[in-house]
T-cell receptor
Framework: AQSVTQLGSHVSVSEGALVLLRCNYS??????LFWYVQYPNQGLQLLLK??????LVKGINGFEAEFKKSETSFHLTKPSAHMSDAAEYFC???????????FGTGTSLTVIP | DTEVTQTPKHLVMGMTNKKSLKCEQH?????MYWYKQKAKKPPELMFV???????INESVPSRFSPECPNSSLLNLHLHALQPEDSALYLC????????????FGQGTRLTVV
């Protein structure tokens, strides 16, 4: 079965500092990977996705992620954190045999002024 | 229209009540989902509908009853809920292709008293 693991349930960064949120996947075949952001009491919003092709994926709000097959990783980065980036972030993988999405446990990002 | 619309946004119900959550999308997606999300946790899949047929039924209590009247609508009927069922209920939809993301609604915040 496919799964994703997010290391670090809480990450704090200073405003303007680099954001790095970690995600590793477990899959025997190339996965379809996604990063979602969730603000309090709201639904999940897609930040970016990797399906095929370029391994460096750019998303909304200045986020990007790099798919590294050798490391089975899909870490999310942003060069300079903004106060509005404070939220919950979920890494997800879509099953390639059905229509299920598997979510990581989430990382809560705090941005310190 | 790239939205998934959920109503109501908030719902308070007693343990003997019967209520329904509604979800609607007009993107032509043929897969629709109900997720339950507790605070600081990832979404948990409850039901998946594909082509208006329930394809996966997790071990969800029978007090939750999904209904898919047509390809654009998804309901979740609630009856005799327990306080521990209080959560954010998220609806999502996706095309029936593997490399696409799920689109989420804003959720219904349910409180069982």
């Amino acid at each position: 079965a496919q799964s994703v693991t997010q290391l670090g349930s809480h990450v704090s960064v200073s405003e303007g500092a680099l954001v790095l949120l970690r995600c590793n996947y477990s899959s025997s075949v190339p996965p379809y990977l996604f990063w979602y952001v969730q603000y309090p009491n709201q639904g999940l919003q897609l930040l970016l996705k990797y399906t095929t092709g370029a391994t460096l994926v750019k998303g909304i709000n200045g986020f990007e992620a790099e798919f590294k097959k050798s490391e089975t990783s899909f870490h999310l980065t942003k060069p300079s954190a903004h106060m509005s980036d404070a939220a919950e972030y979920f890494c997800a993988v879509r099953s390639n045999t059905g229509n299920q999405f598997y979510f990581g446990t989430g990382t809560s990002l705090t941005v310190i002024p | 229209d790239t939205e998934v619309t959920q109503t109501p946004k908030h719902l308070v119900m007693g343990m003997t009540n019967k209520k329904s959550l509604k979800c609607e999308q007009h993107m032509g997606h043929r897969a629709m989902y109900w997720y339950k999300q507790k605070a600081k946790k990832p979404p948990e899949l409850m039901f998946v509908y594909s082509y208006e047929k329930l394809s996966i039924n997790e071990s969800v209590p029978s007090r939750f009853s999904p209904e898919c009247p047509n390809s654009s609508l998804l309901n979740l009927h609630l009856h005799a809920l327990q306080p521990e069922d209080s959560a954010l209920y998220l609806c999502a939809s996706s095309p029936w292709t593997e490399n696409t993301e799920a689109f989420f609604g804003q959720g219904t915040r349910l409180t069982v008293v």
